[in-house]
């Protein structure tokens, strides 16, 4: 994977906006158990996007990017809870979540690609 790409640009700033989230939700919502969940898996997407890059194999790679992709399903699951739970209004959890989906998409066609490769 090529050190400027979009998945790792797209990863980590949405961390910083899932770390901005968790903050609001702590000091604003006084909540702690959902916002750390949030936190946890937001911003693990990029982490292990950031660990596939220095992946010792393919499968290696894959594996990160398999697991990056789960912690962006995860993640959307929470922005639909605290949405439903009045946490964060329609306007807020939309915009995460068309970042969070997004990244899905762009996680999934990578898994898809090596898939295909490897076959």
Known sequence: M???NIIREKSFAFAIR???LYR???EEK???VL????????????ANVEESVGGQSDKDFYTKITIAYKEARETVYWLKLLLATH???Q???DNLLNDAEEICKILGKIQLTL???NS
């Open 115 to 117: 898939k295909k490769r």
């Open 18 to 20: 899932i770390v901005n």
């Open 30 to 32: 006084k909540e702690f």
């Open 35 to 46: 916002s750390k969940q949030i936190l946890r898996s937001g911003t693990s997407i990029g």
């Open 2 to 4: 090529k050190s400027d």
């Open 87 to 89: 946490y964060l209004s």
């Open 91 to 93: 306007e807020q959890a």
């Open 24 to 26: 609001y939700l702590c």
